[in-house]
Nanobody
């Protein structure tokens, strides 16, 4: 069973930076992909960025050029570096892990980290 724990959220001014971390217990080697989603008040949870076990990445259009997802297999950790933050980036950010086994998709979620961008 994979458990994911986020850290690094907080309050930042517009234009500032934050780095979120997601530590995986049980190892991230069993996961085919990991990603970050976010959910703003009254809105659906949406994908922000994803990285596969092979290192391929994809991003939501709204964060391209500002956010970077990376993974450190030795530390079993995935990161989301967020630069040039905007008020519309304010949301709860969730770490997600996906494992595919025998045609079944397993989703794992962290508890969420609040990111607030405000002056």
């Amino acid at each position: 069973q994979v458990q994911l724990v986020e850290s690094g959220g907080g309050l930042v001014q517009p234009g500032g930076s934050l780095r979120l971390s997601c530590a995986a217990s049980g190892g991230i080697f069993s996961l085919n992909a990991m990603g970050w989603y976010r959910q703003a008040p009254g809105k659906q949870r949406v994908l922000v960025a994803r990285i596969t076990s092979g290192g391929s990445t994809n991003y939501a259009d709204s964060v391209k050029g500002r956010f970077t997802i990376s993974r450190d297999n030795a530390k079993n950790t995935v990161y989301l570096q967020m630069n040039s933050l905007k008020p519309e980036d304010t949301a709860v950010y969730y770490c997600n892990g996906v494992r595919l086994a025998l045609g079944v998709k397993y989703d794992y979620w962290g508890q969420g980290a609040q990111v607030t961008v405000s002056s």
